[in-house]
């Protein structure tokens, strides 16, 4: 198989966590989605909303940044983000309270998986930042699954179970 270039962009190093980087990625990913998305939502939005989404923006956008630097300690570059994303079906406030919802649900998803790093520090972030998705989507109108960041709010099912 031939790499590509944006196969050398990504490469995991051999750092002894293979599975960090990657899900230091995906999370990453999830922050640019989620940036994008709140930029989108507080354009459309009024007084409060726009308040609550702005200081949520600042969260995604921190949390971006503190990915960047952890993706790059680890000898890779962070992967830049994309020129759009999937945007809701109008500008009502219930569809934009819809698209923060999913927006969060899948920031929660994508540090659900980079809590099973072996780097503990990795892990307190993921964790942390479960948390606040959890916490940001609940307050667009999510609400609490059993467990946080799976999808449909349950656990995965077990193979021959």
């Avoid at 599975?19 to 990625?25: D, E, G, H, K, N």
């Avoid at 962070?78 to 819809?98: F, N």
């Avoid at 919802?101 to 503990?120: C, F, G, I, K, N």
């Avoid at 449909?152 to 077990?158: L, S, T």
């Amino acid at each position: 198989m031939t790499a590509t270039p944006e196969d050398a962009q990504t490469a995991t190093p051999d750092t002894g966590e293979p599975a960090t980087v990657p899900s230091l990625q995906a999370a990453l990913r999830a922050e640019h989605a989620a940036v994008y998305a709140y930029t989108y939502i507080g354009a459309r939005s009024d007084d409060e909303r726009r308040d609550r989404c702005y200081e949520h923006l600042d969260a995604h956008r921190a949390q971006r940044d503190t990915l960047r630097v952890e993706i790059g300690d680890r000898g890779t570059s962070p992967q830049p983000g994309a020129a759009a994303y999937e945007l809701p079906e109008s500008d009502g406030d219930a569809d934009l309270d819809g698209y923060a919802r999913r927006v969060e649900r899948q920031a929660a998803q994508a540090y659900l998986e980079l809590a099973a790093s072996p780097d503990t520090a990795v892990r307190d972030l993921a964790l942390r930042s479960l948390q606040d998705a959890t916490l940001r989507g609940m307050e667009w109108g999510g609400e609490l699954g059993v467990f946080p960041g799976f999808p449909e709010g349950g656990p995965p099912a077990q193979a021959g179970g």
